[in-house]
């Protein structure tokens, strides 16, 4: 059995697992094999003696200082872009999430990083039904583990279940007649005739 989030929706706490919504399960993947004239499958080879090869994602695991130095995660301080030093935001497993229900249109302004699927109890399950008879949406703040800031994320359901969307919430700037500042260039005119260009 995995971590079970606790979520307050409008004073009312429940509880669910979460499940990445992988999209290899739902497409499908495929792998490029390469093989030799003979059928063979080969394999990557180094022609260099002593050097290592770092597989995908390997690098974005190390944390390093300006030294090369490495750096434990647990070591590193947060400050915001003001410059002052900001506390960490507490895993979603840590708490009780607070969820209010927003309008339509802010979840639809989501830039989606990842989708979970919500891992409900069937004795817990008319209570969630009843949260979301009329296709409510719910905002909390998601953060795996504790970390800096957290991501913006939205409870959502269908006739499939419940879903959870992670991301960050695009802040557009809409032009109206009042905000739009029209620049009126000079432009330049060159008197000077180039007759080469004739």
């Given at each position: ?71 434990k995660r647990s070591d ?10 900001v506390e960490k935001v ?109």
């Amino acid at each position: 059995m995995g971590r079970k989030i606790k979520f307050n929706l409008e004073g009312q706490v429940l509880e669910s697992e979460i499940t990445k919504v992988d999209r290899k399960k739902l497409y499908g993947s495929s792998k490029k094999i390469v093989k030799d004239n003979q059928g063979n499958e080969c394999v990557v080879s180094d022609l260099y003696q002593g050097s290592r090869i770092l597989p995908r994602g390997s690098i974005s695991q190390v944390l390093v200082d300006k030294n090369g130095s490495f750096v434990k995660r647990s070591d590193l301080v947060g400050f915001n872009e003001h410059d002052e030093k900001v506390e960490k935001v507490s895993s979603i497993f840590a708490l009780e999430n607070k969820c209010r229900k927003i309008d339509l249109d802010e979840f639809l302004s989501v830039n989606v990083k990842s989708i979970y699927q919500l891992d409900i109890a069937d004795n817990q399950l008319d209570k969630w039904k009843n949260l979301f008879k009329n296709d409510e949406v719910y905002f909390l703040v998601f953060n795996y583990r504790e970390d800096y800031e957290g991501d913006d994320a939205y409870i959502i359901s269908n006739d499939s279940g419940f879903f959870m969307t992670v991301g960050k919430k695009n802040e557009f700037v809409y032009l109206e007649q009042e905000n739009i500042n029209l620049e009126e260039e000079e432009e330049e005119i060159d008197d000077e005739l180039d007759f080469s260009m004739l």
